[in-house]
């Protein structure tokens, strides 16, 4: 088998845990769309009802924060494979919570304990990808996380709007059963996989390392596999020499360093625009915006099925025009420049045909929030995971990505908490909050993000300033000497690494 057809394989495979992320945040928004389902959880006379179902949908941010503040620890103790694991079977365990849920207890701890199992899963895919992906194709690998994110998304509405059809709670209890089956496949074909070589290098495991490098790079020259080899072991190697705290965990300090607080700053900031650009909100809330523009019931959740291929086709265009051919900095800023747009106008439809009096306007808003969602995931539905794996170093990346989840999960919460009540009092206004936040993360994108499109993850340390490896001269000498170690800018100069590697 050729190393690249392999390659496809395993990230596909990884890229299922994709799917189980996108079913699991699509099933809640058809969940709480289904009539059974609020006349259960809600009977007449339960008061606070808008309260209630903000904490089932933030309940699942909070545990996904949970979930993303222990999974840097996590990924350095167990690896890539293994977390890949652990973390899917407790999607299961989530899922069945939340099937056999009698009532919004259980139903909040089902969806707390999946939102921790999605906290450590959703950034560990693309930690995992990054480190087994060349740099020229690294975005578009990742990509394919993101497509199957989208697809998985599709198949919750469409399972949903199918349940709708079923009698009684049936309706809502199969729909979210069918969280099991993509996870439980998942965790099967997880033995298949390899650990990430990157990983292994880091705990010096190294004929592990030069094994699973050499299934990857099996169609390169010998030449192309040493210096490959050479530069992630000396990167890894240096880079531990400069820490002076190795002990599990002290990873996670190191991220608010000095050296260290513009990579994650940046990392956060960038995934900041997963929240702030509206998208939970609008994926979380589409009854209630369908229900403003005159859809309600079934007719919403046939509508919400629909929508569902919008980030299919978004992701698909990402993967053939915008992933590895754009620069990282320029898919951000105008990403943020036309969702604005985008909200803009279904802004002003809402303003003027939110009653659902007006048939032909209430159609254009309900296309405005399809192209605004295929837009998205034109732009960021996989480019927010790719940016923030590829800013740290081997032993900050999964710190440092999963910090940046933790803190979008925050904003989750909070956003989750307020929506359902901002859309009651001031409707069509709420949409500004989204406009200014896009404008300004435009902004700062613009002028502060670092560009790392077509680089290899060892060498864009150089890029924030730290000292990175010369490969050539490390194949030349056995092991670079301080005088063969270069700072940032000087290395890219010198032209000493510039072939795209894995």
């Known amino acids: 088998m050729k190393a690249t057809t392999r390659l496809l394989i395993y990230v596909f ?23 059974a389902f609020n006349s259960y959880m809600f009977p007449e006379g339960t008061k606070n009802v808008s309260s209630l ?24 103790k ?30 909040i701890v089902g969806r707390c304990v999946a939102g921790m199992a999605l906290g450590i899963l959703n ?10 992906a060349r740099p020229a194709e690294r975005a578009r690998l990742v ?16 399972i949903g709007y199918a349940c709708s059809y079923a009698s009684g709670d049936a309706s809502w209890r199969v729909a979210l059963a069918m969280q099991c089956p993509l996870a439980l496949l998942l965790m099967g074909l997880t033995f298949l996989l390899p650990e990430s070589p990157r990983w292994l290098a880091e705990k010096e495991r190294y004929e592990e390392f030069d094994s699973t490098l050499r299934k990857l790079c099996e169609d390169e020259s010998e030449e192309f596999f040493v210096r490959t080899q050479v530069e992630i072991r000396e990167q890894i190697h240096l880079e531990a020499a400069q820490r ?18 513009r990579r994650t700053a940046m990392a956060i900031m960038v995934m900041q625009v997963g929240i702030l650009s509206g998208s939970l909100a609008i994926q979380n809330y589409q009854g209630i915006l369908y229900a403003s523009l005159g859809f309600k019931d079934r ?60 048939e032909n ?47 979008q999960g925050v904003s989750g919460i909070w956003l989750g908490q307020v929506t359902p009540f901002a859309f009651d009092a001031i409707k069509w206004k709420y949409y500004a909050v989204f406009i200014s936040s896009l404008v300004a993360l435009a902004a700062f994108y613009f002028a502060f993000l670092t560009e790392t499109n077509q680089l290899t993850l060892e060498s864009i340390a150089g890029k924030f300033g730290d000292e990175t490896v010369s490969p050539q001269k490390a194949m030349d000498m056995g092991r670079p000497s301080e005088g063969d170690r270069e700072v940032g800018a000087t290395e890219k100069e010198s032209g000493a690494v510039t072939e795209h590697r894995v």
């Not at 209430?362 to 034109?378: T, W």
Request: glycine share 12%.
């Open 361 to 407: 306007g209430a159609r254009a808003g309900i296309a405005f929030i399809f192209l605004y969602s295929g837009l998205y995931a034109v732009f960021f539905n996989s480019t927010l995971y790719t940016i923030a794996a590829e800013t740290f170093p081997q032993h900050l990346r999964g710190y440092g990505t999963s910090v940046a989840a933790l803190c």
């Open 299 to 358: 007719k919403a959740i046939l509508i919400s099925g629909f929508y569902g291929f919008m980030g299919i086709i978004g992701q698909v265009v990402n993967l053939l025009g915008v992933s590895d051919r754009w620069s990282r900095r320029r898919t951000m800023w105008v990403g943020c420049l036309v969702l604005a747009v985008m909200l803009s106008l279904l802004m002003a439809l809402s303003r003027f045909y939110g009653d659902g009096k007006n």
């Open 78 to 107: 167990l690896g890539r494979r293994k977390t890949l694991l652990v973390s899917t079977f407790f999607t299961i365990v989530g899922s069945v919570f939340q099937t056999a849920a009698n009532g919004v207890p259980l139903m």
């Open 244 to 261: 002076s705290n190795n002990n599990l965990g002290h990873a996670l300090v190191e991220l608010f360093a000095w050296k260290n607080i």
């Open 143 to 158: 990509g394919i996380f993101g497509l199957l994110v989208a697809i998985g998304f599709c198949l919750a509405n469409w």
């Open 123 to 132: 950034p560990t895919i693309p930690i995992y990808i990054s480190e087994i």
């Open 13 to 35: 495979t990884i890229s299922i845990g994709g799917a189980v992320v996108g079913i699991d945040l699509g099933l809640i928004a058809t969940t709480l769309a289904q009539p």
């Open 53 to 76: 179902i903000g904490a089932i949908v933030s309940i699942g941010s909070a545990g996904n924060v949970l979930g993303s503040l222990s999974n840097g620890l996590i990924l350095e």
